[in-house]
C-alpha cells in the first residue's frame, strides 16, 4: 500500500532541467491518486509540449520512479494555457507556434514547414497554416497540391503531406487579385480558416504552425490579434539588417505579451557539395549574439543548402547533416514551448 505522499516523496527525484529544481517542488505534479483496488496511480503533471525531448524524458523518469511499486501508472498531462476554451477561436488545439520574420525572403515558410514535419515526425498531431497572404507558398514546400475537400456540412478537411494537416491562403484566395487587395481580405479569409475547417479530423492538435507574412505590419497585427500564440519563433540571417528586422518581430510580440520562443538563423554556414568546405557566405554567429542580447533562446542554425530549396520534402525528414541541424531546431523549439507553459504552471 502506498499513499499520494509516498508517491510524491519518490517524485522528488525527478528534476526538470530547465527550470532547475525537482518537479515536486516546482508544482509540476498537479495531483496523485492511488487507487489499490485497481493497483493504479493515477498522476496528473503540469506539462504542456508534447513529444518535446524534455518533457518526454521527464514523463518517462516519473514512470521509472513508480515502476517496480507493484502498481501501474496512469499519467496524464496538462496545463493551464492562459486562454479560457470558451473563448478562444481553436479549442481543439494545444499549441499555437507562429513563424515570424522581420523581412521577407530569409526562409520564414521553410522553416515552418520544417517544424511542422519535424513535430509530426517526433509523433505530434500537427496542422500547418499557411497565413502568408503575400506569397503562399507552404504546400509546394511540403510537396503536396491537394486541396482541401469538403464535407456535407460544409466545413473543410486540410490535405494531408507527411502527417501535416495543411491550410493555406493559397487554396482560398482568388490568385489574380493583386496583393495589395489582400490586406483587407485577410481577416475575412483568417475567419473562415479558423471556423470553418476541421482540424485534427474531430480530434485535436497538439500542434499548429502558422507561417505569418513578412514584417511587422497591420496584417501580422490582426493576425495576432486573432489568434492565442502559445509562442514565436523569430528566423533570422546573419546578415545584420535581417538582425535589425528581426528585434522588431520581436518588438510587436513584446506588444501582445506573446512569448517568444527563440531566434533561429538560417542560411548559415554554406557546405560546399564540391569541396565540402565550409563558408560563411553571410558572416556567421550573427543570430547567435543577437539572441545573447535580446536574453532570447538561440534555437540553432540551419546551413544553405541548395537541398532545403530543390528536395520535394521537407529536409527535416532526410538523414544529412542539414537535416540533423534541423531536427536540433525543431526539438529546442519545442522544448522551449515546454519551458513557456512549465514556468507560467510553476509560479501559480
Ligand atoms: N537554408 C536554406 N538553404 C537553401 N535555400 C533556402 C534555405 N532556406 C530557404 N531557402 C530558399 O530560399 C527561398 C525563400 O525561402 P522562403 O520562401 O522560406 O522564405 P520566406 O521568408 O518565407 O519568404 P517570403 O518573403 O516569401 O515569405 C526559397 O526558394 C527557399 O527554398
Redo the contacts with the bound molecule.
Keep these: 500500500m502506498m499513499t499520494p505522499d509516498e508517491i510524491r516523496e519518490r517524485l522528488r527525484a525527478v528534476e526538470d532541467p530547465h527550470l532547475g529544481d525537482d518537479i515536486v517542488s516546482l508544482g509540476l505534479v498537479r495531483e496523485i491518486a492511488v487507487d489499490d483496488e485497481a493497483e493504479t496511480v493515477q498522476v496528473t503533471l503540469g506539462l504542456g509540449a508534447p513529444y518535446s525531448p524534455t518533457e518526454t524524458s521527464i514523463a518517462g523518469r516519473v514512470r521509472d520512479k513508480i515502476d517496480g511499486t507493484g502498481y501501474d501508472i496512469d499519467l496524464t498531462a496538462t496545463v493551464d494555457r492562459g486562454v479560457d476554451p470558451e473563448e478562444t477561436v481553436l479549442p481543439n488545439v494545444k499549441n499555437i507556434i507562429a513563424v515570424a ?1 522581420g ?11 520544417n517544424l511542422a514535419a519535424g513535430l509530426a515526425d517526433l509523433g505530434a498531431r500537427v496542422g500547418l497554416f499557411d497565413a ?1 497572404v ?2 503562399p ?1 507552404v504546400p509546394q ?1 511540403m510537396g503536396t497540391d491537394d486541396q482541401p475537400q469538403i464535407t456535407e456540412d460544409e466545413t473543410m478537411l486540410p490535405p494531408v503531406a507527411h502527417g501535416v494537416e495543411i491550410m493555406s491562403m493559397e487554396f482560398l484566395l482568388d490568385e489574380s487579385a493583386p496583393a495589395i487587395w489582400r490586406g483587407p481580405m485577410v481577416h475575412k479569409v483568417l475567419t473562415q480558416l479558423w471556423e470553418d475547417v476541421d482540424w485534427g479530423r474531430g480530434g485535436h492538435l497538439d500542434y499548429m504552425v502558422v ?1 505569418l ?2 514584417g511587422t505590419g497591420d496584417t501580422q497585427l490582426t493576425m495576432l490579434q486573432s489568434i492565442p500564440v502559445s509562442g514565436a519563433v523569430i ?1 533570422t540571417t546573419p546578415q545584420s539588417v535581417a538582425l535589425d528586422d528581426a528585434q522588431r518581430g520581436m518588438e510587436m510580440f513584446g506588444e501582445h505579451e506573446t512569448p517568444v520562443l527563440g531566434i533561429v538563423e ?3 554556414t554554406f557546405v560546399c557539395p564540391d569541396c565540402g568546405g565550409r563558408h560563411d557566405i553571410f558572416g556567421s554567429g550573427g543570430g547567435e549574439t543577437f539572441a545573447e542580447e535580446t536574453d532570447m533562446p538561440f534555437l540553432g542554425s ?8 530543390t528536395s520535394e520534402n521537407p529536409v527535416v525528414l532526410g538523414n544529412d547533416e ?1 537535416a540533423s541541424a534541423v531536427t536540433e531546431f525543431v526539438e529546442t523549439t519545442v522544448d522551449m514551448q515546454g519551458v513557456v507553459h512549465r514556468r507560467r504552471e510553476s509560479s501559480q
Excluded at 523581412?103 to 514547414?113: F, L
Excluded at 546551413?303 to 530549396?309: I, N, Q, S, T
Design positions: 520574420s523581412k521577407g525572403g530569409v526562409g520564414k515558410s521553410t522553416v515552418a514547414a502568408d503575400y506569397g507558398n514546400m507561417d507574412p513578412p528566423v538560417n542560411m548559415s540551419i546551413p544553405l543548402d541548395p537541398a532545403v530549396r542539414t
